[in-house]
T-cell receptor, first 113, second 117 residues
């Protein structure tokens, strides 16, 4: 059974700092890994999707890496801003379970002005 | 309307009530999903419909009954719920490929915040 763990559970940083969020998964047989953002009481917004054959994806100040063999991914946020404050969720789509995403519990990020 | 919409946004119901949650996607996708998000727990997949057929049911209690009349609409019918069913219920949609070579992300609605008294 696939399990996804995110560390840390919460992170508070001053504005402008670069930061890294971590995600690990137990079964390396994945189709892809995705990072989502969730604002309080809202739905999820997709940030980056990394296919199993890829090593990283970039979008603006965000960079996500994937090391499938070790079961790890990182989300790097450069020059953080107060508007980045949200919960960041990591999810993997595993082989053998059609279309099923397994989510971590998320990292609550607070960027202080 | 664009993206994925859900109604109602908030719902309070008693344990003996019957209610339905509605989801509509305007993205032309061929798969739709129901998720449950409880406090302190990871998002849990409840149901998946691909091409209007249910492809996965993760042993969800029978008091939750999904319905997918077409590729754009998804319902979750609720009856005799328990207080522990209080949660944020999220709907999502995606385009799934038969060869699974490239997969796109799932697009989520804003959710329905459900409180069962």
């Amino acid at each position: 059974k696939q399990e996804v763990t995110q560390i840390p559970a919460a992170l508070s940083v001053p504005e402008g700092e670069n930061l890294v969020l971590n995600c690990s998964f137990t079964d390396s047989a994945i189709y892809n890994l995705q990072w989502f953002r969730q604002d309080p009481g809202k739905g999820l917004t997709s940030l980056l999707l990394i296919q199993s054959s890829q090593r990283e994806q970039t979008s603006g100040r965000l960079n996500a890496s994937l090391d499938k063999s070790s079961g790890r991914s990182t989300l790097y946020i450069a020059a953080s801003q107060p508007g980045d404050s949200a919960t960041y969720l990591c999810a993997v789509e595993s082989g053998g379970s059609n279309y099923k995403l397994t989510f971590g519990k998320g990292t609550l990020l607070t960027v202080n002005p | 309307e664009t993206g994925v919409t859900q109604t109602p946004r908030h719902l309070v119901m008693g344990m003996t009530n019957k209610k339905s949650l509605k989801c509509e996607q305007h993205l032309g996708h061929n798969a739709m999903y129901w998720y449950k998000q409880s406090a302190k727990k990871p998002l849990e997949l409840m149901f998946v419909y691909s091409l209007e057929e249910r492809v996965e049911n993760n042993s969800v209690p029978s008091r939750f009954s999904p319905e997918c009349p077409n590729s754009s609409h998804l319902f979750l019918h609720l009856h005799t719920l328990q207080p522990e069913d209080s949660a944020l219920y999220l709907c999502a949609s995606s385009q799934v490929s038969m060869d699974r070579v490239a997969r796109e992300t799932q697009y989520f609605g804003p959710g329905t915040r459900l409180l069962v008294l």
